[in-house]
């Protein structure tokens, strides 16, 4: 099984800060990683896939980067409403495993 | 708008089978297209874990943390798939999401369903 880490597990960061999550997976993945956004008591929310493909409708500080086992989420001038915990998951035809999850706060 | 929604019991008893359907609008589960159906659950204040997924043609794929008790199945003519877990635990207490994926990650989840396991 490939097993995917996150890190760090939490972050607190002021408005208009540069913010970066990383990912890392036990095995090489190629580029089938994306990346979700979650606020409390909502479903995930897509916000990158093939490590660096915007969603539809996703704001453009949101950028996703990396390849083989590293990648990293980058959140280039962080706003009060990207408040909320951001997931990593590896997915292909017969898996999709999830990192633990990154928390960020808004100081 | 593709939506899903899941539904089934709330509460299921230690050692029971639990079973949710995710009935799906807005898309046709027998267009395949490269689309699986899966679900997803979030133990309380935890993170997500993916539990499986099916193909249109009933082509299933498990994690193998859960595969000996999960079965997936799919029915085309209702438009809806659905999730059996059996043996339950505490430790299966969780938001259930089901949730559609291409090949551009999962783009669509249904709201959620909290099953708790408790007697």
């Known amino acids: 099984d490939i097993q995917m880490t996150q890190s760090p597990s939490t972050l607190s960061a002021s408005v208009g800060d540069r913010v970066t999550i990383t990912c890392w997976a036990s095995?090489?993945?190629?580029?089938?990683l994306a990346w979700y956004q979650q606020k409390p008591g909502k479903a995930p929310k897509l916000l990158i896939y093939?490590?660096?493909r915007l969603e539809s409708g996703v704001p453009s500080r949101f950028s996703g980067s990396g390849s083989g086992t590293e990648f990293t989420l980058t959140i280039s001038s962080l706003q009060p409403d990207d408040s909320a915990t951001y997931y990593c998951q590896y997915y292909n035809s017969y898996s999709g495993t999830f990192g633990g999850g990154t928390k960020v706060e808004i100081k | 708008q593709v939506q899903l929604q899941e539904s089934g019991p709330g509460l299921v008893k230690p050692s029971e089978t639990l079973s949710l359907t995710c009935a799906v609008s807005?898309?046709?589960?027998?267009?395949?297209?490269?689309?699986?159906w899966g679900w997803i659950r979030q133990p309380p204040g935890k993170g997500l874990d993916w539990i499986g997924s099916?193909?249109?043609?009933?082509?299933?794929y498990y994690n193998p943390s859960l595969k000996s008790r999960v079965t997936i199945s799919v029915d085309t003519s209702r438009n809806q798939f659905s999730l059996k877990l059996s043996s339950v635990t505490a430790a299966d207490t969780a938001v259930y999401y089901c949730?559609?994926?291409?090949?551009?990650?999962?783009?669509?989840w249904g709201q959620g369903a909290l099953v708790t396991v408790s007697s």
């Open positions: 093939k490590t660096s």
């Open positions: 949730a559609r994926r291409g090949g551009g990650g999962i783009d669509f």
């Open positions: 099916i193909y249109h043609n009933g082509d299933t």
């Open positions: 095995q090489s993945i190629s580029s089938w």
């Open positions: 807005g898309y046709s589960i027998s267009s395949g297209s490269g689309y699986y």
